[in-house]
Every structure is written in C-alpha cells, then in structure tokens.
C-alpha cells in the first residue's frame, strides 16, 4: 500500500517593520528594578491584533497593544520586557510558536507597561 504524505506549503517569514530587544527585570541594589539585555537586534513583523486575541486578553486584566513576530528564541518569556527601537517598552504576556513557517518564529502579544523600566 502506498502512503502519499501531503506536505503544507512553508511560508517563508521577512522581518521588515523594525528592530526591538528583549530584556530581563533584575534588582538594583537600591531595591529597584532595572533591564538587563537578553537579545539585543531583533528584527521584527508586526501582526494585526485579532479581535480573538484582543478580547481574551481583556478577560485577563490584560490589554493586548501589539502583536510581534521574531525569530524564534526558546528562552523568551513572559516574564521579559521588549524594548523597542523608539525606547517604547512593553511585558511579553503570550509567546506562541507558529507551525509552517520558515525561518521558524513565535509572536510575542505584548502590553504596554505603565513606567518604564531603567536599561542597563
């Protein structure tokens, strides 16, 4: 018996809009916080915030502003901050991983913090 797989078309990813980093919260030693660098240079995509997305997010106590595509870094995580190029910083509330897509990425769904955090 012959077996066909069906492949699924592999989206090929650019990453035109912009550049951001990615940054951990460490403690100062006056008992603040401040950034230190964990990626720096990412280039990214922005991505349309779904209505979905928006809205679950609101459930949470939370407001979805952006929504990135990055090359994907398995340490990133929701506990990291993204700067952004204009020095806009938001908290990384979702990470995902889409399938397909090559070179492979995760959306970050993000939310503008409410004070900016000092960067090391």
């Known amino acids: 018996m012959l077996m066909l797989e069906i492949k699924r078309p592999t989206k090929i990813q650019t990453f035109n809009d912009?550049?951001?980093?990615?940054?951990?919260?460490?403690?100062?030693?006056?008992?603040?916080?401040?950034?230190?660098?964990?990626?720096?240079?990412?280039?990214?995509?922005?991505?349309?915030?779904?209505?979905?997305?928006?809205?679950?997010?609101?459930?949470?106590?939370?407001?979805?502003?952006?929504?990135?595509r990055v090359m994907r870094r398995d340490d990133i995580s929701t506990q990291d901050i993204v700067v952004l190029h204009d020095g806009r910083q938001y908290t990384i509330r979702q990470v995902q991983y889409p399938r397909g897509i090559e070179p492979p990425c995760c959306d970050l769904s993000l939310e503008r913090v409410t004070h900016n955090y000092d960067v090391k």
């Open 18 to 68: 912009g550049v951001l980093s990615v940054h951990e919260i460490t403690r100062t030693d006056d008992g603040g916080e401040s950034l230190t660098v964990k990626h720096a240079l990412l280039r990214y995509e922005e991505r349309t915030v779904g209505i979905s997305r928006y809205y679950s997010a609101r459930q949470e106590n939370a407001e979805i502003t952006m929504l990135l």
